[in-house]
Each structure stands twice: as C-alpha cells, then as structure tokens.
C-alpha cells in the first residue's frame, strides 16, 4: 500500500534518507532491517536492503514501512548473507517511483556494486548530462545513479581507486554506504552535512545514520565517520581515506537542524545528544524570550523536549493540553471537500479541561508555512485558552535546503515573505518569538556562531549556503530530470 | 493488509471497542469515519460502517486502520445516506475473521435492522444455543448477533418493542448503536459499565463511545446515555427509555479502567476529563509511593499523564528518558529467532545521556504480565541508571476481564501469582510500588471506595464482577464458538 | 481480480453452476478441485469448497477460476478432511457478491450443514418471507439459504428427516450436495430438470453435475441420481430416498438446452453422449435445411460438432474459417468507446484466405439476442465470402429460463420479437434456418415430440414451463432481494 | 498475478514475443492494446507499451495477459500519444523478472528511445561484456538492451544513424519496433528470421509481427519487412533503408516453424496464408504416411488444421474425439504430489463415446519431450480405442532453436535421443510417422529443401543454424546473466 504523504498537513522540513550498513555478520539483512526500523524518522515512504552471498547479490524494494514490509520471512529469505547496505527514503530528488527506491545495483566490468545515499548530489544534473553524452544510460531519475555511472566509467584499475575518483566529482551533501562483493563502504562529504557514524556489534562493523540504529541492536558506538572521510571495510578490517585533497583546509558544515528537527532524541551526533540540545533550546528560549503564562504546552510530539527545557527554564508548569492521534500515521485522507473545509481535528485534539481560561506559551520546533501552526493556535483558542504565545524552538526558517531535505520553495516559507509580527497576526498568537541563531549555537554548546566560517551549515535560517549550487543556479536549472512520464 | 497484534509486546489489557451513529447529516459515512478515527485506539484491527439511504442500506467492512481503508473515495461513495453507524475492532470475542466485523446486518421482517456494540454479552453462548433450537442459522461468532436473532424472533409488533424485548435478555457489559430506516437507536447496559455519550452537530444527534469523537468534528457534548437507558432518534427527535425494569435500583458501576488506560486523555466520561484523573493518579502515587529519586520517567505513551503528576507532587523534574519508535506500530515482526532471543529494542529504546548515573522513577500505567516492564527496565539500567524504581498508576491487576476487553487469563496476570515483593524482584526493580485502589478513588474524585456497593466495576483489581457470568461458570463453558473453522 | 463478463460479447444462454461432492477419499478437498475444474464451463466466476475434518468443518470461496484460486498450497492445506463438496458459479440469483458463494453453511442445533446447488428455486422468495415471518435472518441472497433454514426450522428429529421435509417445500429445478459431519447428501427435483450423477472412485462414493468430474479423475461412472431421487452416503454405503411422494407419477423433463449447449461434449447426461448428440443435431439440421454451400464453417468452439455433423450430413467440406482468440477469457474489457465503436474483433477473426470468393454455410448452436451473429456475419463477408447462409442447431430460443440458466428478458430474445425472416434480414444472411423442435428431439434419439407430456423441459422455445413460477408470478415477482446493497 | 507456466505440461515450442508499434493515430496505446491481444499466442506472461506525446514518454509494463491489464481504464489513461510500440513476451532470454518486460527505454543525449524486440540476438552476452568494459551499466538482462547501449555509445550524429551503427553489429534473429519523440523504426535481420510486418489503418503506419494485428483493428496488410531491411516512420511518411551491407547477397531463411505452430492460422506471413499450410501439411502426411483407419482425431488445438487436411487427403472422419478444457489456462497448479502421481487429465479428455473400439489417427503438429503424447495416447486406449496411429505435422524436432524461440535442452528432445521406431514404442503407439522435410517444404509451396541454401530455417529439425552462434560457442557460453539474484 502507498503511503500517501500529506505535505500540507505535516508543517515540517524532512529529512530524505536514512542509511545503513553490516559487515561480517550472518543474517545481515535481519540486522539491516532493525537498523532501517530505528531510522525511519528519516524517510517512511519506501525501502531497500542488498546483500551479498556466494557470487550473487540480492535485493528487495518494497513501498512502505520497513516493519510492514521487510519483516516479513518471505523477503527476508530472500536476502541471504554477511554483508548488506539498506536505505529508507522519504522523497529524494527523482520522484518517488519504484526504480528510484534506494540501494541501487549496477554490474561493473569488475563486478557488482551497489549505494546508498543521503544527502543531496548538487551538481547531479550537470555531470549525467556530461555522462549522457558519454553514452551511459541512466535507468532512475536518482541522483545517486550519477555516483555508479561515474565509477563505471573511470579508468582506474581497482574499485576503490574508481570509487574515489567518482566521489571527489560530486558536490553537495552525501553520506554514503556502497557494497562490492568484498568491501563495505562508507563516506561522508568533504563537509559532513549529513551524519554517519560507525558501530561495532561484537566484532562486525556497522555505518549508519544515527547512533539509535546501533543502540537498536545493542551495538557499540564508535565515532562518527569525518567529513570528507571514506572508510572502506573487509575482512582484514577498516581502512580510511581522505580523497577530497583540494577541501581538505575546509571546515565541518553539519546540518544544525538535525539536532532542532530531524534526528531521533536519544542519539549522539557529532558528540551532543539530541534530546539533551532540545530542552538546552528550551532553556535558552525561556531566556530569551520569556513569558509570565500559566502553562507551557507542547506542540507534540515534536516540540515536546524543548517544551520541556522551557517550562524547566521559565519554571511555569509543563501540561499535554494538545492530544495527538497516533494512528493518523501518514494516510488519512480526508473524505471529502466538504468535511475538508470544515476544519476537522484529524492529527491533534486541544483538551479545554487542561486550557480553558489559561494563559498559555505553545512551544513548537518550526514554523514551515504556518498552515499547522494556525490551526493548532485556532484550535487551542476554541478549547477556552485566555492568551496563546509561541515560542518557536529554532531562528525563522527563510530559504529551501538543497541537501537533501524536503522543504518547500522559499516563497511559500512563512517567514520570507512575512516579520514576526506579521506571521504573529497570520497564526493570530498574542506574541510570537523565535530563537535566536546565535541562542541555537549555545544550545549546541558553542559560544557563538562564527559569522565568516559558521561552525554548521545553517542556510535555511541564514541563507548561506556552503557549497556551490551547480544544477539550481547554471542554465540547466529549469530542465525535466526525465523523459520518461512514469515507470511501473 | 492485516494488522498482526503481538499481544506479548504490547503488554496491555485492551478495549476491544468503539461505537458511533450519527442520524440526519448528509455524508454520514464521512463523519462516522471521522468520528471512528477519534476512537481508533478502542480498536485497531478492523472497521465497519453501514448507512441508510433511499430504501437501502449500504455496508462496508474493512480490516486495517480507519485511515487507510475508509478514507478511500471509492469506499466513502459506496455509502451514500444521512444516518449511518460505525464500529472499530480490536479482537472481539469471536476470532477475527471478516465475517466477524461489526455493524452485523440482518434482513427482518419488518425491514433492515444494522447493530453495533462495545463490551461484551456474558450470556451469548447460552442465549445463543437456545435460539439455535428454534431454528436460527448464526452467520457470525460475535455474540452481537445474538442481539439480532432475539429481535427477529421477538412477537412484539413494533421493532422498537422487539428490541427492547431482546435487550432486556442479554446480561454483560454492552453499549450499543443500531440503526434501522427510520430510527438510530442506542443503549447501555443496566451498570452502564462501557460508556456512551450524545452529542450534537448543528442539529444532528450523534453517538459515541468517548467525546474525543465529537471533538474532532466540532459536535458539541449533550451528555452521557445513563447507565439502562435507550435512546431512540427519529427525524421527530429523541426519546429515551429504561427498559430494564428489574434492575432499575441497581447502581452505575462504569469501568474504572476506562481512566486509567482505555480512553483517550482529552475525553470527559461520567464528568470526568481522563488527562486530569491520571494526574491526579500521579499525585496520590506521588503521596502514597514517595521516592527520592533524581529524575522521573514515563513509560511512553501511556504513562506521561501519570508521570507529570508524579513529578508535579514529589517535586522531581520530569525527563523523556525513554524514547518510543513510533513507526513500530502493530505490525513489526521480529525477523528470525535468533534476532528475537537477542532483545532488541524495536518499540523504546533508553537515553544514557538522561539516564546515566541517575536514580530513577520510572512511571507506568499497569503491569499485566510483566514483561515489557522487564524488558524496559533492562533497558534503563543498561543506559546507566544508578536506581531503578517503579511506580504503577493503578492496583495489581489480580482478574481477566469478561466485559469486552482483551486480558490474559488469570495465570498470565503477574500479580495474580506474585506478591508485590516478587514482582519486584522479577522485573528487577529497585522498588515497586501501586497505587492503592482507595487511591485510585479518590484520583476519580471519590472519598474512598464503597466496599459495599462499589462505584465503579473494578473486578480486574478486586475480582468482584458485578454481574453473573453464565457462559463463563455454566456447564457450556468449555464450548466451541463454532463448528466452522475458517470462513474466507 | 475479478472476472467481469461481458453478456453482450458472449451471446448465450449459461448455465449457472456445477456442483461435486465426494465422500471418505482422504485429500478430498483436492478432488473436489479437479471435479470443479472439469466443471469450470457451467460457471466461471467464483467456487468454493467445504471439508468435514475431526469436528469442524473449513470453507473456503473465491472468486475466480479454480486453476488460479484453489490450486494454490495454502487454500488447499486450509482443507483438511476425507469429505467433501463443492460449488462453482456463474451468476445466480441473488447477485455477484462474496456472500452468495456456495456452499453455505449454518450451524443448526445438532450439528453443521452445508448445501450447494444447482437450478434455480422458483418459489424461493415466497418461503423466504414466511420463513423471515418466523425471525429467520438471511445472511445471503441465494436461493440455496432457504434450504437451510427450512432445515434448521423442522422440528424433525434427525438431519435426514428435516432435510427430507425442506426439500418437499421447494419448487423449480435443484440438483443438490450436502454435506453434515456423516452424511454426503445429493438430490434432484422431481423433474430432473438439472443434471447428478453418481461416480465411484476405489471405494470412495462421488456425485458430480456431469460425468466430466468423473473422468478426469479416473472415477467410474455408477448411474444417474433419478428425478425426485435423494441419496444419503455415510460410513455404511449409500442409501436412495424418494421424498416428493405427490410428484410420483409426474415424469422426467430433463433440459434439453443441456445437450445442445451447456454441458460438455465428452459428458454423458442420461444415457446419451452430449457430442454424439451435437452430431445428429447436425445430422438431423442437414436433412430438414438442406443447403447447397461451397463450405461448411463453424461459428467457434460451441458451433463445430452440429458442424461436423452437417458437412457429414450435407458432404460438403468442413473448414475452420473463423479463428477464435483463446486469450480473449471473459474479461476483456474494450479500451475506450471510440474503439467499441469500431467493431473490433477481439474474440474472433475471419480467414479471407478460406471464406474470399466461396458460399459459405455457418453453423451455430443458438441465437440469443442476435449481436454476435451480426458481427460474424459481417466479418465473415468482409472476408470475402459470396454467399452467408446461417443454420442454427436448436429451434429459435423464445423464452427466458427460470431454472438455474442466464437468459435475457423475453423482450431480448431475438427470436421473441422476429419472424426467422426478420432475423435473416436483421443478421444479413442469404438464409437462416433452425431445426425443428422434432428434429430435435429426434437427434437426442426420441422419434418426435409428446405433445402432451414432453420428454424433455424444452420452456425456453415452446414457453411451456413444467413447474409453477410462483415468485415470478406472484404479487412478490417485483420484490426486492435485498435491503443490502453492497455487502463487503 | 502470476500466470505460472507449466513447460511440462505444454509439451511445445514456444515463440517468445509479439511486436507492434503505431504511428500518427491518436489513442495509439488502445490500439497497441488491441495487436497486442491479437498476437497474444506469441507470449502470454507479460506485456508493457510505450506511448510518446507532448514531449514525454510513458510506459506501462504488467506481468499477465494483455486484456487482464492493459483493458483497465487507469492504465490506458496513463499512455496518451498518437504512436506507441508494445510487446508481448513468453520467457525471453534473461528470466522473468519485471525489469525485463519490454519495451525497454532509454534516455541518450539526443532524446528517448525505446525497443521492443522479438528474436534472440545470438551475441549479445559478448557485445554486452565489451560495452561493460566501457562502462555501460546494463540495467535489466534482456538482449534488447544492448541495442539501447550501442545506440547511446554511438558516436555517429543523428538517431537513425546511430541506431543503424548499433545493429549491424548485432547477430542472430530480430525483429524490432523502436520509437523516438518522432520516428517510429522497425526492422529485421538480414536472414528475417522472425516476422515483421507493414499495415495501414486509415492513414496511420503499423508495424505488426502478424497480420493477425492488423485483422483485430480493420487495418490493411501493406506488405512484409524485407529481411535486413530497416524502415523509419515519420511525419512526412515512410523511408526503407538496408544497412547490412555485407549480408547484401544472402538468402531469406524464415523461421519454417512459424508455419508449423507459432503463427495464428489466420494470419498471412511472406505471401502464404498459415491455415492453408497447415491444411497441405495434413494433406502431404496422409500422402507420405497413410493409415487405414476408422476416424482421424486431432489433438487439439494444435493438431486440429493439419487432421482437417489428413482426413480429406486421406477421406477418413475428422471426429472431435479428445475435449480440450479451455480454462485450464497456463496457471493450473496441480494440487498435492498424490494427484499429481495419478495423472489427472486437466487439460484433455477422450470422448469414450467416440474412440471406443475404433482404429484411430491422432494428428499432432510436432513432438517436443514427448511427455504429453505419452499421455494423450494412454489416455485415447483408456478411452476404448482399438489401434492408435500417431501423425506428426512435422520433422522430428531434434535440435534446439537459438533465435528467440524457448525449446528445452538438446537431451531432453525427444527425437535427439531416440528413433522414430524407439519414440512409437516410448509413446506406446501402434504406428508413428513424421512429415518429411521436403514434404513440410512443399506444403509451403516449394518443390523442395534446397539442401545447398535452404529456403528457410529449418535447424531445429536440421541442425543446420544459419548464422553464427557467438554466445553459445565461445568461451563466455557458461557466463552467468547477472550478478544480481531476484529484483523485484
């Protein structure tokens, strides 16, 4: 069954991809499935697990959630071996057909290949149109197939050398794993925008996106792959390489919202854990934007840590007085026009026993383009709140990711088009604030943000971007990815 | 797809059902729909809806979530009509198979008649073979058809007359919903131990199980249906009718447990609001169970109300120490034995950097067998937690329940063969602590309980069932449900 | 998926179900697969089966054909048991929808009972009001329910006499299996209007609606089940009952249609061969409409035996002029209207290499509502032919079948409405010619037609009905099925 | 679903697919649907269609037959455009995996291309292992996507060029359909090894592999493809070219087979029409083999044309004495090993009516494993039949054919192992004769076999293979496909 995405209705930036990758482990692909499970905040949409076995590799795609689909023992007898890379997806850059599901496979001269990818390949389009008139045929709109085209078609001897020489052509943010039959890759960009860490389960080597796929199956954790490090796996252990020698003097730029948004609460990222930086956000929100209400209630479930922080902070009272329906997963499709217009409460119910008659500081993650946030501000009202204040958990998102993260065009974003006090008055709060950047560079723990090499890469609040944006800003911006309408 | 239900790892007792009708509002399947995805957590496994319109009525019956079946415009327009009721499923008693979703239909002489029904008929089996002798062919295993063959066979005149007839023979827990042509009728049990409440949209009566149902379609709350009433909508209005003579002194005795897990928190039922008594459960736990401990921590989701009342009264900051997958849903199933047998950590997993070095309150709302609580309590002590103790929002739940909910039989219940001592040391806890059931009273706004006539049933904590159960204790308790072993 | 049929592109009148039963072969479920796949052309759209095991019995109904549905392991292994029976359908009374799948099946009070037929109950709806009267509740619209409920009614003491006295109450046409945990029931209405028989395989008794059944298992042929017959095999061997004391002296009016176009060829129905049978009609057709034609074509597959016989009668050469494409089943659904519009010619094509210049004689064994044969004819004088004379191997079919066959309205039938001139001209033949109503009575091996009692039921050309047509006579003929509509 | 086919059990060759393309029509994918129906027979397990409108391709590819799933509305909405191509296969080269259901598309520097393509191209493992070495990443394991790969890695300038570069280069049988944004291309090998043929419908350009597909539509036949010839469809009209050069001087060798069983007998291929064939077949064996027997019995649906031809050469009955099931189907699975053993006559059945005590001609048009006929003469003895003849309709198969036609292994070929006397005894017959090869020769027409450069190819009775076998003899014939076990 598809699961439809209401876009609309989940007012959020999203994260595209997860990753993760086993070695050396007999049952690998039950392994990459628990890793999959615990990284499917990162993508609900779809899934793929490879792996290798006696000569051949397997590999099952399926549409769905990984413990509706891959835990079924059909398909996972289907994926015999000790090695495998697994991806799931929310909506990459491609269309969400089934040809783009991740891992993709190709059959080199030397043998198989297959990667998985999260990030954002910004220079995608310009190098397969170059490949493309080389003669390669691509067979997904994925931008990850540029990565197994450029190997392809190096000249290199081995793998590895080829494998690197592909990687050093590719701009934007990309933590990768890849699968030959004997090697177990992983790399990072030169940047290290999206996360990649490396675990140990007893003796067999594990890459993944986030620590809480190692903590799934009780594996070690560790450290974090570098930016613009390649480590490549075998049975003689790991080694690491540093391939991208002209941005070696560069800087760490690591996705600041991962820790607002994104990643799982109980992992470690970069040395911070997530949950821990949420109600640090909350903290440093109360002190910045203080607020004599008489209840702080989240916006759940994403704004619950920093709610937390924040009630902590301003020592006002923390109460659930938004009730979330759990089952409204990602599916509810609502009847009709008719009941659509009316407004319905499918996703949250505001509980007037908790809020009537109350003053009330809401405290939310993100405002992406206000649509939630007014309904959520309505709906408290409705159930008798006296005054509604939002605190915002991160600095006004103004400009569209291009790393691998869905986010609306910047014209639809709230905030670059409105001030404070006018989104106030579109989401009808009685005060509305944000955090500010450099409150969310003390959250992470560092003094302040480094205006001329920020210590993260923070383009949807500041609109800096850290890598050149080849196919956006050159001539090919405004080309179709395919030919080709739809592919079943 | 079928929603497998590990009931192992669920470790709950379950509601089994929610009802809802709605008469004289066009597009009623769109708002039974809506009304029954308020109350899917009574119920996730299937659905059913039947309308009425123009001299017909129109079924539907699906297994899977409200969202993904009936939220499908080919489905909604095949239930056309201004009256409609609507059932949702967890595992009523009768096996799952499809034959088994509710509303049940039957064609009776004096036209069609559609019920459906929350709680359970603790004399069905016998009401059931003594029809069988006169003739009655069940098409079904669900002691709801019971209900349909008694008015069949009923020599009253009038269908209202019939129902009451057939109603006043049934013995058990049982809040229904029944629609015929003309008439959207509904009905409580003598104990009113299942709840029922009417509401109203813009002139339309509505019935539900919980008010979270009127709330998520803006439909304001009347009141609950009394305890031995029936009400009965016509487009003349509503009348109301207590047709259990016998028992008319008999007192309410709702389920108390509807507080303590059943229903949703922002529901009010019997003129309570569910998020508040479970605070209140948290702050008599707080006074009874004081603990010195460093942080307090709820098992999620169902022990957050109880757990910010802990902290509220013994003053402890409240963490979210464990953080749940929420993708897990009902569906995952553990890929292979061996991965089974190693623990992994598919629903919660426990945050080190909240838990390390800490003494620890964990907060939960019943132990049933115990091993989730074990499994979670691992969990925290390997984070690094320097005292585990454990506090339940509710007594030791000693009885099964035979009022339509889900429970394991007596000898599954741990603390039906352990003292509180023994629980303690077998799921390997620092302390452990229940709340007492004159605390539990209170937290619902009572002195204490009256050990005589109790105001509530609370049989699963006192093992006093207020009612007889005649299928269970007579000769034909050991009888099969059915001679058909499977119907496709 | 399901088979939709297109009536319109298959102009024929279509029996409606076959039935088969076996009794102590263990793996009887497998046997009643093969019995219903050589029963597969008197119904196409779904089957079921029923099995006797150990206590309970199993059931399983599909829509589809039985190669693609019960041949499957799992449906198989759900099947358990040494007896059994089986149903496969076309259309009966009572709709397409899942529910009226035979066998059924009811609990009564002294055991299961499980019925499928063959035929139509023409007072059906009569004893289903009365029995609704009595509080029966209907879960089906098929005709077979009442059965059972005038079974599960009887106040005779054992299952054999209450079936007995529920069989007398009916009227129409019904060939019977049933099946209780120790009897295997198969009957005929006293007019044998419906085809049994009685097969033995090593030892194990078999009743099947055509000796087809037999043969592809290697089962031996024992006799036909007599016209008012009821036969009863348990443990001990096989008992004969003759229930319907009134009709005694009434005399057999089996369907002649049966010969002509429902059963199969290499069947024997009543101690004649249905192939042979088609040959003399061919025979006897030659002889009474003689015709001086280049070639003899068949209208494929129903046509080519009556054509054999009539290139043997006539001596003039056979040929296969007219393809038919096998792939075509019964779900082609045409793309768009423009291309309905055209005429294509999915199901059949003319060879202008065996037709281009010649007089041709087409053979066909009926003419229901006259759309086929335009198109044919058409076709086939695209093709080149000189000359198109038409011989039909029936009379002109006047009246529709209330017998367990799919016939159009009256006012469809071509031959209603036309003289044979008429319809030579509205098909656009040279000539067209039926056999006589003797001519047909003489190639089933009779010298002519009794007038007065006629051998056979031979209602759908001489409108002369056998039985009372009480539903569709009665003040009840515009009644309603069902107050259901749809029913998932 | 899966239409599972039984080799076994269909006891034949098998050509492997059916091409067709349209040019300048709108709604060209109904009318690709409709050939596609119409050469059905040439591969019932999957089909896909191309459409090419507005700028955009669209494909559709589904696994079953053509009116199962290209009928659906949903689907022909989703393929707009006035020229498509579509392909109907049985189990080509490179297993049956979706990825290779065909057309296969291709997005090079120029624009899109897609292939539709019937043949076996003979050294294709070889091209394939040459264009890897330059790094093309196949994605599928069909033979057609090295055209698609050759024609990318061109370095001529234009499309045409670029696609007559690729496939001078390829060896063995092929005739296919290729479409850009605005060529339509069809072509054959040198030797026309496979059918291609040229229509017109009202203006608009058809390629079609047999005039069948013209039939079903009304179009007319134009003329065949020439072999090497290579013809382009554009606006502006139709241009023929022949790009291979150096075959310029070598003869036609059309696959004789056609002729024998593959093609529909209504259709026309290279001036003779296939039913007519057949028929002068039947009359050369009953000159070259006669037998004095009763009745000649076609075993059909094969057999049928040649024993029409045999009964009149030889002026013996044609009786219709074996029944085909027709809803057997491809998919029947034989339920348990018991049944299996018992040998079950699922798909025929003797009519004992007919054979009994009859000396009897079965008429066959080959022998493959011989398997089947074992058990259709068994099957005839059982019946009664007191002498059983077997004719064959053609020469004794003994080799396999390398030119996109599925036949087993050289060992498992019956008349590769045995003589005709050994094979009469293996089949139990009394008497068992073949066709001569030059008799099969001149029922095509020919006065006989050129035995210096045969009129056709006839290797899979001669040996004789007309063009290398590259992938076969060298050293890659062992080479596994695919490194990649299952794709789904």
């Given at each position: 069954m598809t699961h439809t995405t209401d876009h609309e209705a989940d007012d959020h930036f999203h994260d595209e991809c997860g990753v993760f990758g086993i070695y050396g482990r007999s049952d690998a692909a039950s392994f990459t499935t628990l890793g999959l499970h615990a990284l499917q905040h990162r993508g609900q949409e779809a899934a793929g697990i490879v792996t290798y076995d006696n000569g051949q590799f397997h590999i099952e795609r399926h549409v769905g959630l990984i413990g509706d689909t891959f835990t079924k023992p059909s398909v996972i007898e289907r994926l015999p071996g000790d090695r495998s890379i697994g991806h799931t997806r929310y909506a990459t850059t491609g269309g969400s057909s089934l040809r783009n599901?991740?891992?993709?496979?190709?059959?080199?001269?030397g043998g198989g290949l297959t990667v998985a990818h999260n990030g954002n390949i910004t220079n995608a389009l310009t190098v397969q149109r170059e490949l493309q008139r080389k003669g390669a045929i691509f067979s997904s709109t994925s931008d990850t197939e540029t990565i197994l085209h450029l190997v392809a078609m190096s000249e290199k001897k081995d793998i590895l050398s080829k494998f690197q020489e592909a990687i050093v052509q590719l701009e934007g943010a990309f933590s990768l794993v890849a699968l030959t039959a004997k090697k177990l890759i992983g790399c990072r960009d030169p940047l290290g925008i999206r996360p990649l860490v490396l675990g140990d389960l007893d003796g067999s080597w594990i890459l993944a996106s986030e620590t809480c796929a190692l903590d799934i199956m009780g594996a070690r954790f560790v450290r974090d792959i570098k930016p613009g490090e390649l480590v490549c796996i075998t049975d003689k252990g790991i080694d690491s390489y540093f391939p991208f020698k002209a941005q070696e003097e560069q800087k760490s730029r690591f996705c600041i919202f991962e820790y607002v948004y994104f990643a799982r609460p109980d992992s470690n990222i970069e040395g911070r854990n997530v949950y821990d930086v949420r109600k640090q956000i909350g903290v440093e929100?109360?002190?910045?934007?203080?607020?004599?209400?008489?209840?702080?209630?989240?916006?759940?479930?994403?704004?619950?840590?920093?709610?937390?922080?924040?009630?902590?902070?301003?020592n006002i009272p923390f109460e659930l007085g938004i009730i979330r329906n759990h089952y409204v997963g990602r599916t509810f499709i609502q009847p009709t026009d008719a009941i659509r217009h009316m407004g319905v409460k499918l996703k949250h119910n505001a509980n007037p026993f908790v809020l009537e008659g109350k003053s009330v500081v809401l405290v939310d993650d993100s405002i992406v383009r206000g649509t939630t946030s007014k309904k959520i501000v309505q709906m408290v009202r409705e159930a008798g709140a006296r005054e509604v204040h939002m605190r915002i958990a991160s600095p006004p998102t103004m400009s569209p990711c291009f790393y691998g993260v869905d986010t609306p065009e910047k014209s639809k974003l709230l905030a670059s088009r409105m001030t404070v006090e006018e989104m106030a008055e579109f989401i009808r709060v009685d005060s509305l604030s944000f955090l500010s950047i450099d409150g969310l560079y003390r959250a992470v723990g560092e003094v302040n943000r480094n205006a001329d090499v920020p210590q993260f890469c923070d383009a949807c609040f500041t609109n800096q971007y850290p890598t050149r944006l080849l196919d956006q800003d050159g001539p090919d911006n405004v080309r179709k990815l395919s030919l080709l309408a739809n592919n079943n």
């Open positions: 599901i991740q891992p993709l496979f190709a059959e080199l001269d929100l109360a002190n910045e934007e203080p607020c004599n209400a008489d209840i702080v209630v989240p916006v759940p479930d994403s704004g619950v840590p920093a709610a937390i922080g924040f009630a902590q902070g301003a």
